[in-house]
C-alpha cells in the first residue's frame, strides 16, 4: 500500500500549511476582535481581516477545494482529506477563508450536482465567489428528524408556484442578513412511498412568508462566528415552480448525496481539532508545575497523551480509507465506512478534548483556549447528519446480512 500523497496534494498541503502559519493563527485574535465590533453580530462574513484572508486564499490558488469537478477545484476526496484536516486546526477562521465551510459546501454540492442550469447561475455562482451564504433547512422540531421521513413541512402546487409551510429549527447559518438563499426540505405528496414523499426547493431568505423566529444555542454558545442556529417559520411562503431542486420527489435521495461528502468533510476537520487539541494538551503538560515537577511526568497524563496520539492515528487511517473508497467505487460502495467514521470520529476527537480540558485544568474550561468551544462543537458532530445510534443500526444490519450472505455461500 502506498500511504503517500500525490504531487498535487502535496504541493496544495505545503502552501496550505504556509498559509496557516503566516496568516489564519495570526488572525484569529484579530477575528474575534473584530467581531465583537460588528453592529450585526449575525453577519461574521463581514469582518474585515476575514476578507483579506479570503483575498489572500484566492491569490494562493485556496479556494473552492472542497468541490469536485468543472466547478470546483477538481479534487478527490482523498486530495481534499488532508487539506481539510489542515483547515480543522482552525475551524472557526480557515474553512470560511477557503470558501470551503459548511453549510455553503453541501450546498454548493446540491447545486453542481442537481442545479438546474438556471439556479446554478442564480445561486451556485454567488456560492461558490463567495459573495453570498447559504443555508439546509431541513431538521424540525415537532418531529424525530433523525429519521428524515418524518419531516412535515409541506411544498404544494399552486399553479407556476410551490406555497411553504411548516418550521425548521437548528438552521446553521440563517441567521447571518448574508445567507441569501434556503435549500428547503419538505413534503410534496405525503401519499407516495416513504422515500418518494420529499423534495427540495430554493427559498430566498428574505421571501415573504419566511420568518426567523429566535436563534438558538450549543451549550451556551450561539455560534454567531458561524453565522448561528435558527428556528424558522414558513407562513404560504410562495416560490416560483422552477426553484424545485430536481423532480418532486427525489428530495430524499438529494438529502443522501448531500450528507455522504459533508460527513467525511466534518471527519476530516475533526481530525485537526484533535490534532490542535494534542499539542496544546502536551505544551500544558510540559509548562505546569504540580506537586514539585511538571504534570507531563505524572503517569495517567502521559497515558492520556499516547492514546490520544494512537487513538487519532487510526482514525486518520479510516477516512482517508473511506475517501478513497468515495473516489474509487462510489458513495454508494463507501456507504459502510461512510457510517464508520461518522460513528468513530467525534466520539474519539471528543474524548481527546475531554483528557485536553483535565490537563488544561480551569483554564480548559474558559475562553482563553479553543478546547471548550471545540468541545460543544465536537459534541454536536453526534447529532448533525444523523446520530450515532441511526449510524450504528445501519451498519449492523448491513453487516448481518454480509456475514448471512459470507454463511450461505460456503
Not at 265 to 274: D, E, N, T, W
Not at 314 to 336: C, E, F, I, P, S
Amino acid at each position: 500500500m502506498d500511504f503517500q500523497f500525490d504531487a498535487r496534494t502535496e504541493e496544495l498541503r505545503a502552501g496550505l500549511l504556509e498559509f496557516m502559519d503566516s496568516h489564519v493563527y495570526p488572525a484569529e485574535p484579530v477575528f474575534h476582535e473584530q467581531l465583537g465590533q460588528l453592529e450585526d453580530r449575525w453577519a461574521w462574513d463581514s469582518v474585515p481581516v476575514l476578507a483579506e484572508l479570503r483575498a489572500e486564499a484566492r491569490r494562493r490558488g485556496l479556494w473552492n477545494l472542497f468541490l469536485p469537478g468543472e466547478h470546483g477545484a477538481g479534487l478527490t476526496n482523498l486530495q481534499y482529506a488532508p487539506l481539510a484536516e489542515i483547515t480543522g486546526r482552525s475551524s472557526h477562521l480557515a474553512p470560511p477563508a477557503l470558501n470551503c465551510s459548511a453549510p455553503d459546501t453541501g450546498n454548493a454540492e446540491v447545486l453542481a450536482q442537481f442545479g438546474s442550469e438556471a439556479q446554478r447561475k442564480e445561486w451556485l455562482q454567488p456560492l461558490l465567489e463567495g459573495h453570498i451564504r447559504s443555508a439546509f433547512a431541513m431538521t424540525e422540531p415537532k418531529v424525530a428528524s433523525s429519521d428524515a421521513t418524518n419531516i412535515a413541512t409541506r411544498i404544494e402546487r399552486d399553479g407556476d408556484h410551490y406555497l411553504i409551510n411548516g418550521r425548521k429549527w437548528w438552521i446553521s447559518g440563517a441567521m447571518n442578513p448574508n445567507a441569501k438563499i434556503l435549500i428547503v426540505m419538505g413534503k410534496t405528496d405525503p401519499a407516495a412511498d416513504r422515500h418518494r414523499q420529499q423534495s427540495m426547493i430554493l427559498v430566498p431568505r428574505d421571501a415573504p412568508g419566511v420568518e426567523i423566529t429566535r436563534g438558538m444555542e450549543v451549550f451556551g454558545y450561539d455560534d454567531h462566528s458561524h453565522g448561528g442556529h435558527a428556528e424558522l417559520e414558513f407562513r404560504d411562503v410562495r416560490v416560483p415552480a422552477e426553484n424545485l431542486i430536481g423532480g418532486e420527489g427525489d428530495g430524499f435521495a438529494i438529502a443522501q448525496a448531500r450528507l455522504g461528502p459533508g460527513r467525511i468533510h466534518h471527519c476530516m476537520r475533526s481530525i485537526g481539532v484533535a490534532e490542535r487539541a494534542i499539542e496544546l494538551m502536551c505544551a500544558r503538560a510540559e509548562e505546569r508545575i504540580a506537586f514539585g515537577k511538571p504534570i507531563s511526568e505524572q503517569g495517567v497524563v502521559r497515558d492520556w497523551i499516547a492514546e490520544s496520539r494512537v487513538r487519532v492515528e487510526q482514525l486518520r487511517l479510516l477516512v482517508l480509507k473511506t475517501a478513497w473508497l468515495m473516489d474509487t467505487v462510489g458513495n454508494k460502495g463507501a456507504h459502510t465506512e461512510i457510517q464508520a467514521i461518522k460513528i468513530a470520529t467525534p466520539a474519539t476527537v471528543q474524548w481527546i478534548l475531554d483528557k485536553a480540558i483535565q490537563v488544561h485544568g480551569a483554564a480548559g474550561l474558559s475562553q482563553d483556549f479553543p478546547l471548550a468551544y471545540a468541545y460543544a462543537q465536537i459534541r454536536t458532530l453526534r447529532f448533525a447528519d444523523g446520530p450515532d445510534e441511526v449510524h450504528k443500526n445501519a451498519l449492523a444490519r448491513h453487516e448481518l446480512r454480509r456475514q448471512a450472505t459470507a454463511r450461505e455461500s460456503r
